[in-house]
């Protein structure tokens, strides 16, 4: 029997797919700038991009330049305030969830074998 060759010309299926960016919901309020608010989507869901379950980012105003960050999910509610002018706040938020993300892995330690 003569050999069948298959020559395969189109993407490659993803087998195993770690990217999880669409189970996270940003609701940003107050930032009228539509490219601001598109950006902070975009920086907040690479954030949680290989983080399993669904989760949502609340970034709202609070008073005098401060805002309000909350992060809900599996791990509960986590909410930081701070200060920064509208075209940093998408920066801001990146960095609060980074470093929460890395502090929460860092203290993760797996139960002792019994």
Known sequence: ????YRWYTGRVPIVINFDQSHKV????????DG??????????????RHIIGGWRVTVRPS????????????????????A??????SQAVVEKLEEFLRVSACTWRAAPAR
């Open 84 to 89: 920064a002018p509208v075209a940093r706040v």
């Open 25 to 32: 919901a940003v609701i940003v309020d107050g930032v009228s």
């Open 1 to 4: 029997m003569a050999p069948v």
């Open 63 to 82: 008073d005098r330049g401060r805002w309000r960050l909350e992060l809900s999910g599996a791990s509960g509610r986590h909410v930081w305030m701070f």
């Open 35 to 48: 490219t601001l608010v598109t950006r902070m989507v975009h920086d907040v869901r690479r954030v949680f």
